[in-house]
């Protein structure tokens, strides 16, 4: 949600820069982690198995939450060229004041369709 919420790759942004502390997940590692333990709790359920235990949830989690700290990092979408750079938060403002510059000479397209006001 946050993707669309700060306008994401989906949305075609022209340039999108993040700052080093920024995260490009769809959501938390710990709440990604709790949906993956309560769909497999919900199985074993199902089955007729008990839930699992704390030592069986860790195995499950802890993956997890590993995979999200290290692929949710900006330096590892900015490694993979999903954005155009990651900057200094001290320079946001020349590096916005830039862009605007830039964007200037960009060709607009035709749109078919109006401001959609809700």
């Not at 993979?80 to 830039?102: H, K, S």
Request: with cysteine; glycine share 8%; hydrophobic share 40%.
């Amino acid at each position: 949600a946050g993707n669309y919420g700060m306008c994401g790759r989906a949305f075609g942004p022209r340039m999108m820069w993040m700052w080093p502390n920024a995260r490009i997940s769809v959501m938390g590692g710990p709440q990604a982690a709790g949906v993956l333990r309560t769909v497999k709790d919900a199985q074993r359920e199902a089955a007729g198995e008990p839930r699992l235990s704390e030592e069986e949830a860790r195995e499950i989690t802890d993956p997890v939450l590993q995979k999200y700290e290290t692929e949710g990092s900006a330096w590892f979408a900015s490694a993979r060229l999903w954005d155009d750079g990651v900057i200094d938060p001290r320079e946001t403002r020349a590096v916005l004041a830039r862009a605007i510059e830039v964007s200037r000479y960009q060709p607009w397209p035709d749109r078919s369709h109006s401001v959609f006001r809700m």
